[in-house]
Each structure stands twice: as C-alpha cells, then as structure tokens.
C-alpha cells in the first residue's frame, strides 16, 4: 500500500533543465531565467491486474507470463492479454506498445475528429448567397437550404447524445440557426413565387402582342 | 458556458473544454475538429508561463503602425488624420497584447507532454487552471484508493482497467 508517486520535479520549458518544484507554485529557471507556475500532482499508475489465468499449454502474455494470451499486438506482434489489448479501429494493440514505441503513430490514429453540423449548416446558409453558385445553379439553392436542415437536425441529435457535442451547441444556437435558415427558405419560397408571377407576365403579354 | 477557453494562434483555433476526469482540446476546421482527450488521471505536472507575442505585434507594427506613421509625413490634412487614426489603432491592439501576452500551458501526462499556446486574458487562464487543477486532484484521489485496497477489489479493479483500455485516452 505504497502512496502514489509525488512528482516533484519538472524540465525547465526554456532550456529543458529538471528543475525542482519549491515551495511555492511560481517557479524560476536559474538557468535561464524563465518564469512561469508550476502545479504537480499524483499521477495514477496504470495498475495492470486480473485477466485471465494462463493454463500450461495456453500461450501467456508477453507482458504477464502468468496470464493467458488473448490477442496479438499489431504493433509488436507480442501475444498480449485481455488487460493489455486496446482495441481501435478493428486492430489490436497492447497498451505497453501504445505507451511507448507506438505512442506517436497511435496517438495520431487515436485523435478522432468530431463532425460539426452547426458549421456545416451556416456553411450552407452561405452559400445560399454566393450569387454565381446560385445563378448557374438556381436549382443549388433549395439543395442547400434542405442540406442545411438535414444537417441541423443532425447537430440537435448530436447535442443530446454527445456530451461533448452538448457542450459546443446549445440549444439557443440551435434555435439560431433553425430561424436562420426558416428566413432563407422562406426568402426562397417567396424568390420562386415572385418569379413564377412575373414569367406568367411576361409569357401572357407575349401571348397577348402576338 | 459552452468553451471554457478559447486560443487563437497562428496554426487555427483551438477550443478547450473542461469534462469530469479528462480535458477536450478541440482544433477547429470548417466543418470538423480534430480532437484530443487528455485524461487526468496520470497528469503529473502542469505548467504556465507567458512571453510577449513579439511575431503578432511585429505584423500588426508594419501592417499598422508603419504606414501610419508614413501617413503622417503628409502635407494632407486627410493623410494625417488617417495616420494618426492608424497609429491609435496600432497603440491599442499594441496594449492589449502586452497586457494579455501569449500564454503557454504545458501538461505532462504519462511522460508525455501536451502544449496548448494563444494570445488570452489571463484571468481566463487563471481560472481554467483553478478548475482544472481541482479537477485534476479530485480525479487522483477517487482513484486512488480502489488501486491500493489490491486484495479486496480486484474483480472491481480489472473491471475498471477494462474500461479504462476499451475507450483509448492515448492521444
Ligand atoms: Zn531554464
Ligand atoms: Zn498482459
């Protein structure tokens, strides 16, 4: 029952020295002169433990001989156990080889991106206003106006679901944007009966000079 | 309160959010982020420190503040009150990021660091660290004892390690 590790040393930001954290929480590099506060914690240490136990003719894990192996890594090709596999994107990996050699190429591979519908739909509305998209593709705009409300009711979704999400719209935002784009559909509705009226006038007039 | 930071640098826009046990670092493109987790479990130490933005004020001197002062060499009244109106500009955008400088934030997390830099007020750093901080030590310490009671909890344990490798906080 050790206590967790107190970290009490930092790498100087200026000139990478370690430096000792003092008592205090603003620090001074007395190399470099760099000033700046420092807050130390009491880092976890990943405890490993459980799994299953390895009979004598199973193969046992790389990392815990005493527990059966359960996948193979592919990073290192180790057999790994069920505690050590982490499993991304259909491949396994262990969590030895994540922590170190694989911890950039994984790490990237571990960045998820989060798609952002509410951009989306503002990106919609203004195209909706770009006049050359729109007068070549009169027909572009009712695509993006029904784009853009497809893509609002994703973010609605989202925001319920997602905690994150949640956190990044809102649901004023939401209603923002549904009035925004109600405008435009309705400045559409309104474009194409307008012009409907004044090609029937013109068409009529036409058909009355001849 | 959506953002509890948000940092401009030259590279984009990066928005931070403050979860339970983890910070979300969200880069903004048109219509996605990239996004980072760093769980706080295994942070050992974060770090704060600011420096003068010297490139930003370097570009807003020249686009600014130099052909202002140019201006004011004019024998044109309008050129001068145009100069002098850039060089007021200039002053204050000069002001501000003196007073706020380019703060840096570097978080050590299982011998890894994550840096996160932008031109911000710093009572906003000041309290995003505080909650963060608190965040952090909270998450330490309920975790603590379930690691060291090693002989009564361990089905618990492995249960929680599971999930604690199911869903990958290496980023
Ligand atoms: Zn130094
Ligand atoms: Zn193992």
New interface residues.
Partial sequence: MSDPPTITGFRCPGCKIGLEVGDSERTRCPNCAWRGTVMTFHPIDLKIDGGQAALSDDAACVHHPSKRAEAICAGTGDYICALCSIDHGGQVFSAEYLNTAGANTAGKAFDRTLDRPDRTVRFYIILCFIPYINVIWYVGWPVWVSLGWMKLLKARRLSKSDPLMARLVGPTQIVLLAILLGVVSLLFLVGSIYLMLFLFDAWSEGFASD | M??DLKLRNSFGNV?I?L?DDHL?E?EHS???????RIRY??????????VLPLGRMAIVGLLVAVPGLLMMFSSEQVFVTMGTAFLTIAACIEAIYIYAGKT?I?I?????EFKLAGVVRPHKVDRL?NRM?AD??RT??E??PS??D?SIE??S??ES??S???S?H??
Avoid: N
């Fill in positions: 959506a953002v928005s959010i979860m979300v969200l048109y219509t996605s982020d990239r996004v980072r479990d295994r942070v050992e130490s974060v770090v704060r420190w600011r840096h570097s050590m997390r299982a011998g890894r660290l901080e952090i030590r330490q310490e975790a603590t690691t060291s090693e361990l089905e344990t492995s390690t599971e604690d490798t199911a990958p290496i980023s």
